[in-house]
């Protein structure tokens, strides 16, 4: 297997089915494995997963019974995967899935893919997000001494030899995202951005972006997380 694609599923029923159609619209190939992540749903997201996935042959998935984060999913996923190259994005379909395959293109034409991480770079978004990421990723850049822009956004791909080497200290929830990036820039890896468009949701809400008060909360566990991983550096 050459590529192993993570999707962390919280909730998304109604976006399962979108998907795993646009992936099997693209992948052309098979080297490339898709790999649902039912990260404990409250809603029929498994249901849909289990009666869909009989159609494609690229996809499998496997089940959380109780949710303990964004990054435990993905990290759940990332362990199971077969993939020399391995990454991940969201289920929400803001992230079409063909950036994954810009991605892997990326990848497959550098000379040392091991020591590399693509991430993507959100374009079209309203403009107060854009100010909080600003924000965000100007803070962490200046306290934790690396550039770390757009640092939520997706796609992500790197070696699985980048995984093995920090897996075991990944966190459980949205600092996940800053982990990885944060890691990769400290081992000196060559970080390359493309740009990603971002649409509105299709269906569904965000289980965590619903307002000011869940964007203080954010910044709280980031900034927490943050603390920590400095005094650990």
Not at 26 to 32: L, P
Not at 188 to 195: A, E
Not at 208 to 216: A, L, P, Q, V
Request: overall charge positive.
């Amino acid at each position: 297997m050459k590529f192993s694609i993570v999707v962390p599923c919280y909730n998304e029923a109604k976006n399962i089915p979108l998907i795993l159609n646009e992936f099997d619209t693209i992948i052309k190939r098979n080297d490339i494995e898709v790999i649902l992540v039912d990260n404990g749903s409250t809603d029929n997201t498994n249901e849909v997963i289990e009666l869909y996935l009989s159609k494609y042959k690229f996809a499998r998935s496997i089940k959380i019974d109780i949710n303990q984060g964004y990054g435990f999913g993905i990290v759940s996923g990332l362990n199971v995967a077969k993939g020399e190259l391995i990454g991940y994005t969201h289920a929400d379909m803001q992230t079409n899935p063909t950036d994954l395959l810009t991605a892997l293109e990326i990848v497959e034409n550098l000379k040392n893919c091991e020591n590399c991480y693509v991430k993507g770079n959100r374009k079209g978004r309203p403009l107060f997000d854009q100010i909080f990421t600003i924000g965000m990723s100007l803070f962490e850049s200046l306290y934790l001494k690396k550039i770390l822009w757009d640092i939520n956004a997706q796609p992500n791909v790197f070696h699985r030899n980048f995984f093995e080497k920090i897996k075991d200290s990944c966190p459980k929830d949205f600092s996940l995202d800053l982990y990885l990036l944060y890691m990769a820039k400290k081992m000196r890896f060559k970080v390359i951005r493309f740009k990603v468009v971002f649409p509105p949701r299709v269906f569904g809400k965000s289980s965590w972006n619903t307002g000011i008060i869940s964007k203080w909360k954010f910044i709280k566990r980031t900034l927490d997380f943050s603390y920590k991983l400095k005094k650990e550096i």
